[in-house]
Every structure is written in structure tokens, then in C-alpha cells.
């Protein structure tokens, strides 16, 4: 059955998130009126960091389930955890663990108990920061994603499908995707073909669409486009879009338009829900 490759230290899984550093991510969000659209984003993949190297932190330490990669594409395309592009662009989760930018103190709200919220101060690590400026090379960053793809599936041959999640707000700038797209999930491993996802941030108060099964809805050929450039869901990650409580179908695809602050972060983690195997 494909996309059920066991994660492990011997046949990790691999994440790569292309990150849209445009001008136009200066933008306000919509729904949020205080954070930038590049703030909110920066907030999202962080949070995600932090989660894969949790889920990685065993009583010996953190275990290298992962490779994960960022790329920014704005005024240029690059490494966006260090490195160079393509060669240098995954880092094992344990590396990742040991050099945050920084540390941040930050505040939430927890239940008291008694009706009300108490504020509670957190230790944020922060891997990668918020950049708007430029174009939108979308074309040029699949390129990129598709070599570090290729690289591991050749290294990895028996893990599970890399992920490759695109967060954009708007049309690329250096041609059609489509073609770039395609090439990267015709890559794989033996337990499937990679997996790209794509998420269309706000800009309009429009409402959102979550995992469609089909392009009709969909408000422009722009979001068609997306929609044809993404992977259907594989059935683990339809059953936990489902609990979610998304209304997902069998050929629901990995794709998200004018999503909101929350479907963003609802979107990452859906995206990489692969678990790694216990002891291993």
C-alpha cells in the first residue's frame, strides 16, 4: 500500500517548504489587520519546525525522522535555514534542533479553570524570519525543490514520499508553474510519488476553499491552476483533513485557497502528518 513507508532514522521523512518572500506578502492579512501576511507565514513554519523536532525528541535526544528544507523566493531564491541552493537545503531535524536564530518569550492564553484565560509566557525558537520583497520566482524555487527531491528519493529510496508544501498570494513571475510542478511529483520514492501541496494566502475577504475533489468551485483559473498542480491526499492525511472537520472526498487534493491565519497552520500540519516508529 504506498504512502505507508514506517519513518526512521534509517529512512527519514523529508519536508520542504517554499516560502513566497514577495513584495506583495507586506500586505496585511485580511482577516487579522495587525501581522503582515510574510509575519503570519514566518509564524507558521516556525511553529512547524518546532513540532517535527518534538515529534523527533525521544529520552536520548532528538532522532534525526526528518530532513527539512526551506526556500524563500522573493528578490532571491534561497536556503532559507542557511546553506546553498540545491546541494545544501536539507538539514537533519538534530542539527535544526541545536541552531535556532534565536529564542523568543512569548504569551498565551490558557484556561483558568474558572471561565476565564490566564496568560502564560512560552519559549518560542525562531528558525526562519518574515521577508517581503521582490518578485514571486515560483518557477525558479520548484526547480530548486525538485533537485533536493530527486537527491533524496535517490538517497532514501525505501522512506516515505518527500512533501513539498508551496505557501504563496499570488501568481508567479518567471512563468507557469505547471510544467515545474509536474516534473516534481513524477519523483518518489517505492513507496509513492512526492507529494506537492498549495496553499493561496488571503487577500480578499472572500470565503475559503479546503482539499476540493474538483477545480469547479474554484473562484479563478489561478486557483484551477493550483488545484491541478497538487497531489490527491494520500489516505492518512484525508483521515486526518476528516477529523479536522473538513469536508474531504477520495480525491480530495492538497491544496487550500484564501486560507486564513488558522487554515494555515491547520494546512502545514495536515500536510506533514507522517509519524515516525517508535524505538527505530
Known amino acids: ?48 519546525l518546532q513540532n517535527l523536532v518534538l515529534r ?45 536564530l534565536r529564542i523568543e518569550t512569548r ?34 524555487a520548484l526547480g530548486h525543490a525538485t533537485l533536493a ?8 529510496a525505501g522512506a516515505y514520499p518527500p ?21 516534481l511529483r513524477t519523483l518518489g520514492t517505492f513507496d509513492g510519488r512526492a507529494l506537492l501541496f498549495n496553499l493561496l494566502l488571503s487577500s480578499q475577504p472572500i470565503p475559503a476553499t479546503h482539499f476540493p475533489d474538483t477545480d469547479e468551485r474554484l473562484p479563478d483559473g489561478y486557483g484551477k491552476t493550483l488545484f491541478r498542480m497538487s497531489s490527491v491526499l494520500p489516505d492518512g492525511m484525508r483521515e486526518a483533513a476528516k477529523a479536522e472537520g473538513f469536508a474531504v472526498a477520495q480525491g480530495s487534493r492538497g491544496v487550500v485557497i484564501n486560507a486564513d491565519p488558522t487554515a494555515l497552520v491547520r494546512f502545514l500540519d495536515i500536510g ?9
Open 56 to 100: 523527533s525528541a525521544k529520552a536520548g535526544g532528538v532522532r534525526d525522522y526528518f530532513r527539512v528544507g526551506v526556500i524563500g523566493y522573493g528578490r532571491v531564491v534561497r536556503a532559507g535555514l542557511g546553506g546553498q541552493l540545491p546541494n545544501d537545503l536539507l538539514v537533519p531535524i538534530s542539527q535544526l534542533s541545536d541552531r535556532p
Open 149 to 156: 527531491v530527486k537527491v533524496f528519493s535517490e538517497t532514501f
Open 163 to 183: 512533501i513539498v508544501l508551496n505557501l504563496t498570494d499570488g501568481r508567479p513571475t518567471d512563468g507557469d508553474p505547471e510544467g515545474q510542478a509536474f516534473m
Open 1 to 48: 500500500m504506498p504512502y505507508a513507508a514506517q519513518i526512521s532514522r534509517v529512512n527519514p521523512a523529508c519536508v520542504i517548504l517554499l516560502v513566497d518572500q514577495s513584495k506583495s506578502m507586506a500586505e496585511r492579512f485580511v482577516s487579522t489587520g495587525a501581522q503582515s501576511k510574510a509575519e503570519v507565514v514566518a509564524d507558521a513554519v516556525n511553529r512547524l
Open 272 to 280: 506533514t502528518r507522517v509519524t515516525p516508529t517508535v524505538g527505530r
Open 107 to 140: 504569551t498565551r492564553l490558557l484556561p483558568d479553570g474558572a471561565g476565564g484565560v490566564v496568560e502564560q509566557s512560552v519559549k518560542f525558537p525562531v528558525w526562519f524570519d518574515p521577508e517581503a520583497d521582490g518578485k514571486t520566482p515560483m518557477c525558479e
